[in-house]
């Protein structure tokens, strides 16, 4: 019970552009995403499978 999962895939989606990682032996990820050059509110979109199991969030992200 909340062991971390390693080697799951994890992708982020952000400005139209996806891309993909795998979870390290902690079920820690990273990803570099950049930053819009225009200020305003957006959405990065962070998702992944598990055994069946789909987790979707969405996390809001403001440029000023």
Sequence with gaps: ?????SNVEVTVNFG???D??????????SIKIRAPTV??????RVSSTYEGFEAVV???????
């Excluded at 019970?1 to 999962?5: G, Q, T």
């Design 1 to 5: 019970e909340n062991e971390p999962i």
């Design 16 to 18: 139209g552009v996806a």
């Design 20 to 29: 993909s990682t795998y979870t390290d032996e902690y079920g820690d990820f």
């Design 39 to 44: 200020e305003g509110n957006y959405i990065a």
């Design 58 to 64: 969405d996390i809001p992200i403001v440029v000023r």
